[in-house]
């Protein structure tokens, strides 16, 4: 059956709805709103972007196009009438719908301080590509920046600004960086880590105003200090965007309350991404945006009516250079009196190394690697798959083998399970991709144009180069015990 499809928000949720529809085939009519001028970008690249990796064509995504499919950028939606089915624009247009898809995401959150509304020139939150823009604009001719907010994004612009030669300084008002990932010693090896690379932090301190001029910015802060830079990037949190929801009157908490199909208190509306609230809980990540997209589209599409969303355990990754982090579970969570807890940690701050794991009935419930560790793949594999954990536990924490007989090195993709998922933001498995090599993608940039493995964080590009070099020198005897399931998801 036909149905007019409108998407309000042109994001990574918007996009990957639009295109998840579009696959499926149909004479759906999908339109897409998006309040930003520029086609969808991935704005998890955006840290990589500001240190100059990389040039802004390289954070834009696979336009979405084809028959059926209208993208309107630089349009913003005012109001929902949901007596009438349509919603309102700020140009005067109105888009009926037989289904309305939310994905709006969140804002960057402005902290209440004196000075800041509004914002001065030399003062610019950090979350989108027009942030970005003004970030490197008046990163021109800077000598020095403050970065206000030692949390993920903060960290990876810190970095980002230091690549540019700028001299960075966090200031956290947390007693450690990254409190929702990592624990407080973690932190501080953190804190280590970055001074080496040359960004200086301030902690457990709060800023109390901001006065911004021609010369710079002075950031002053509870306990009398005064830091001066010339440039200030707030990197406070973000707030799902909401507003539009709660004017339409549909069922508003922190975020738009959806059940398992993305459904919003009205049946005829779905959310999903950074504004939706799932069974209680945000997500603010890629990962799970695109599991809900996937969702929505087999629900509109038919291809299955009862697709339930499912959360998967999260992986955070720190994108920074000169920094290897990954947090997963519950790993700052203390011991707690529930069931038996085995922890395990390992803590090297002269060589910016730390490990902690949170086994419970042998399986992996949380763990922070911070460092260099051969076992992070591992590690997050029994993670994502609450696989059992091995009797040498040394051998996770550390990254290496212990015992009378060295184990077999695990550098090989041969060695990797066919179920081992390789990229995290899309769900992609090695038997996967080695069904698709076989199929004829032979390079990195036709396995991810076929499963769409690496356009998420980037962080698996380097394991696809490592399985198409295997692929490539492998006896075909060494891939034939591949997953049967992998190669039906590619037919």
Same mark, same amino acid.
């Given at each position: 059956?036909?149905?007019?499809?409108?998407?309000?928000?042109?994001?990574?949720?918007?996009?990957?709805?639009?295109?998840?529809?579009?696959?499926?085939?149909?004479?759906?009519?999908?339109?897409?709103?998006?309040?930003?001028?520029?086609?969808?970008?991935?704005?998890?690249?955006?840290?990589?972007?500001?240190?100059?990796?990389?040039?802004?064509?390289?954070?834009?995504?696979?336009?979405?196009?084809?028959?059926?499919?209208?993208?309107?950028?630089?349009?913003?939606?005012?109001?929902?009438?949901?007596?009438?089915?349509?919603?309102?624009?700020?140009?005067?247009?109105?888009?009926?719908?037989?289904?309305?898809?939310?994905?709006?995401?969140?804002?960057?959150?402005?902290?209440?301080?004196?000075?800041?509304?509004?914002?001065?020139?030399?003062?610019?939150?950090?979350?989108?590509?027009?942030? $970005?823009?003004?970030?490197?604009?008046?990163?021109?001719?800077?000598?020095?920046?403050?970065?206000?907010?030692?949390?993920?994004?903060?960290?990876?612009?810190?970095?980002?600004?230091?690549?540019?030669?700028?001299?960075?300084?966090?200031?956290?008002?947390?007693?450690?960086?990254?409190?929702?990932?990592?624990?407080?010693?973690?932190?501080?090896?953190?804190?280590?880590?970055?001074?080496?690379?040359?960004?200086?932090?301030?902690?457990?301190?709060?800023?109390?105003?901001?006065?911004?001029?021609?010369?710079?910015?002075?950031?002053?802060?509870?306990?009398?200090?005064?830091?001066?830079?010339?440039?200030?990037?707030?990197?406070?949190?973000?707030?799902?965007?909401?507003?539009?929801?709660?004017?339409?009157?549909?069922? &508003?908490?922190?975020?738009?309350?959806?059940?398992?199909?993305?459904?919003?208190?009205?049946?005829?509306?779905?959310?999903?991404?950074?504004?939706?609230?799932?069974?209680?809980?945000?997500?603010?990540?890629?990962?799970?945006?695109?599991?809900?997209?996937?969702?929505?589209?087999?629900?509109?599409?038919?291809?299955?009516?009862?697709?339930?969303?499912?959360?998967?355990?999260?992986?955070?990754?720190?994108?920074?250079?000169?920094?290897?982090?990954?947090?997963?579970?519950?790993?700052?969570?203390?011991?707690?009196?529930?069931?038996?807890?085995?922890?395990?940690?390992?803590?090297?701050?002269?060589?910016?190394?730390?490990?902690?794991?949170?086994?419970?009935?042998?399986?992996?419930?949380?763990?922070?690697?911070?460092?260099?560790?051969?076992?992070?793949?591992?590690?997050?594999?029994?993670?994502?798959?609450?696989?059992?954990?091995?009797?040498?536990?040394?051998?996770?924490?550390?990254?290496?083998?212990?015992?009378?007989?060295?184990?077999?090195?695990?550098?090989?993709?041969?060695?990797?399970?066919?179920?081992?998922?390789?990229?995290?933001?899309?769900?992609?498995?090695?038997?996967?991709? &080695?069904? $698709?090599? /076989?199929?004829?993608?032979?390079?990195?940039?036709?396995?991810?144009?076929?499963? /769409?493995?690496?356009?998420? $964080?980037?962080?698996?590009?380097?394991?696809?180069?490592?399985?198409?070099?295997?692929?490539?020198?492998?006896?075909?005897?060494?891939?034939?015990?591949?997953?049967?399931?992998?190669?039906?998801?590619?037919?």
């Amino acid at each position: 059956m036909s149905q007019r499809v409108v998407v309000v928000g042109y994001g990574m949720a918007g996009s990957r709805l639009a295109a998840e529809v579009h696959a499926r085939g149909g004479d759906h009519k999908v339109t897409v709103l998006g309040a930003e001028p520029h086609r969808a970008y991935n704005r998890i690249m955006l840290s990589t972007l500001l240190a100059g990796k990389i040039a802004e064509p390289e954070v834009e995504l696979a336009e979405v196009a084809g028959q059926g499919v209208d993208v309107r950028t630089g349009v913003a939606v005012t109001a929902i009438d949901r007596a009438a089915r349509e919603v309102h624009t700020d140009d005067g247009d109105r888009y009926g719908y037989d289904h309305l898809v939310l994905a709006t995401g969140s804002r960057a959150l402005v902290p209440p301080l004196p000075g800041l509304d509004p914002l001065p020139e030399r003062v610019v939150p950090f979350r989108t590509l027009d942030d $970005c823009r003004r970030i490197l604009a008046a990163a021109e001719g800077a000598r020095s920046a403050l970065v206000l907010g030692g949390g993920l994004l903060g960290l990876e612009a810190a970095r980002g600004l230091t690549a540019r030669g700028l001299d960075v300084t966090v200031v956290h008002p947390m007693g450690h960086l990254m409190e929702r990932q990592l624990d407080p010693t973690a932190g501080a090896v953190l804190v280590g880590t970055l001074a080496g690379l040359g960004v200086r932090t301030v902690l457990a301190v709060s800023a109390t105003g901001v006065a911004a001029d021609a010369d710079g910015v002075r950031l002053d802060l509870a306990d009398g200090r005064s830091l001066t830079a010339d440039l200030l990037v707030l990197s406070c949190g973000v707030r799902p965007d909401t507003a539009l929801a709660a004017a339409a009157g549909l069922t &508003v908490e922190r975020g738009v309350v959806v059940d398992d199909r993305m459904r919003t208190s009205d049946r005829r509306i779905s959310a999903i991404g950074d504004c939706a609230q799932h069974d209680g809980a945000l997500t603010g990540l890629v990962a799970p945006a695109w599991a809900q997209a996937r969702v929505v589209a087999q629900v509109l599409a038919g291809d299955d009516p009862l697709a339930r969303y499912r959360p998967r355990p999260v992986v955070t990754r720190l994108k920074a250079a000169g920094i290897d982090l990954a947090a997963m579970g519950d790993a700052t969570d203390g011991p707690g009196t529930g069931e038996p807890v085995e922890e395990l940690t390992f803590a090297d701050p002269a060589r910016g190394t730390y490990a902690r794991l949170r086994i419970r009935d042998e399986r992996l419930t949380g763990a922070i690697l911070l460092g260099d560790n051969p076992a992070v793949g591992t590690v997050v594999q029994l993670f994502d798959r609450g696989a059992p954990v091995p009797a040498d536990r040394r051998s996770l924490l550390l990254g290496r083998a212990f015992g009378a007989v060295p184990a077999a090195p695990a550098a090989s993709p041969a060695l990797m399970p066919d179920v081992a998922t390789v990229c995290q933001c899309n769900d992609v498995s090695k038997g996967t991709l &080695v069904a $698709c090599w /076989r199929s004829g993608a032979r390079t990195v940039d036709a396995l991810s144009g076929a499963t /769409r493995a690496g356009t998420g $964080c980037g962080g698996c590009r380097d394991a696809l180069a490592g399985i198409v070099d295997w692929l490539a020198g492998a006896e075909p005897a060494e891939v034939t015990g591949w997953d049967r399931e992998a190669m039906e998801v590619t037919r």
